[in-house]
């Protein structure tokens, strides 16, 4: 915890999100998780793979251990993802959504249209440079110059 290293930029990559009518409780996928978390030193491993070879290694999400024996069709979802061209997929926080990361918008056009019935979505990851720039793009009526937030709204 003392030592703080910037991660390495993801290229701005093309997907596709699933987004399927499946409700998963973050609570109780919280506590569901608590009980496997036992082996920290894995988990740092694994996340330090992913950090030093960004789209190698396989991306984890260790909330998929315990969502997907809940809910089965999400890990068919993923594995259709990874069947029809896309080279990672994973869930996306607690669960429901699933996107993949797929080469070419090719491949996520042909993932798009296997996938209508699962309210499936074009994406792109975005680089660090372009996510600030739209992130100072969409604040700029709420901001003067680089100052955040407005004192004219929280003045004492």
């Keep these: 915890g003392e030592e703080l290293y910037p991660l390495a930029d993801f290229p701005a990559l093309p997907g596709v999100l699933l987004a399927p009518e499946i409700h998963v409780s973050t609570p109780e996928a919280y506590r569901a998780l ?40 999400l890990e068919i979802l993923k594995q259709r993802l990874l069947e029809h061209g896309a080279h990672q997929a994973l869930m996306s926080g607690s669960g429901s959504a699933i996107f993949g990361l797929c080469h070419t918008k090719e491949t996520v056009s042909r ?14 990851l975005l680089t660090r440079s372009r996510y600030r720039s739209q992130w100072n793009t969409l604040l700029q009526p709420h901001t003067q110059g680089d100052l955040w937030p407005p004192r004219s709204l929280y003045a004492q």
Excluded: M, W, Y
């Design 34 to 73: 608590s009980a496997t978390l036992t082996d920290p030193e894995s988990k740092i491993e694994a996340f330090q793979n992913s950090v030093r070879e960004p789209l190698v290694a396989p991306l984890v999400n260790d909330f998929e251990s315990v969502i997907f024996p809940q809910h089965p069709r």
């Design 111 to 124: 993932v798009v249209q296997f996938e209508k019935g699962e309210s499936a979505v074009a994406i792109s």
